[in-house]
């Protein structure tokens, strides 16, 4: 069992910059690959960003790519995802998830724990 928890998420301005970071506790968060996924209201949830276990396997959104990055640091059971050039699209509840597996996965359903969520708010 993995227990996440988001922080960081709040209200910015457009082209500001925002850190999340998803503290885990349980298993060994070193074991997991890990992602972000996003959901706005009353939009499905929708991969963001992922992290493989193993090296440094990233994959991004085609939205996100180039202004979003996410990092681990597996000495402090975190994930993070530094996020700059924030849109008025980026406007969601931001979750992180961790999977059982060594690879990057994109997919919600390849995913077994996820945090309850951090609102991240971009005005125009």
């Known amino acids: 069992q993995v227990h996440l928890v988001e922080s960081g998420g709040g209200l910015v301005q457009a082209g500001g910059s925002l850190r999340l970071s998803c503290t885990a506790s349980?298993?060994?968060?070193?074991?997991?690959?890990m992602g972000w996924f996003r959901q706005a209201p009353g939009k499905e949830r929708e991969f963001v960003a992922a992290?493989?276990?193993?090296?440094?396997?990233?994959y991004y959104a085609d939205s996100v790519k180039g202004r979003f990055t996410i990092s681990r640091d597996n000495a402090k059971n975190t994930l993070y995802l530094q996020m700059k050039s924030l849109k008025p699209m980026d406007t969601a509840v931001y979750y992180c998830?961790?999977?059982?597996?060594?690879?990057?996965?994109?997919?919600?359903?390849?995913?077994?724990?996820w945090g309850q969520g951090t609102q991240v708010t971009v005005s125009s």
């Open positions: 349980g298993r060994t968060f070193s074991t997991y690959a």
């Open positions: 992290h493989s276990w193993i090296g440094i396997t990233t």
């Open positions: 998830a961790a999977r059982g597996g060594s690879s990057a996965a994109t997919e919600i359903d390849e995913y077994d724990y």
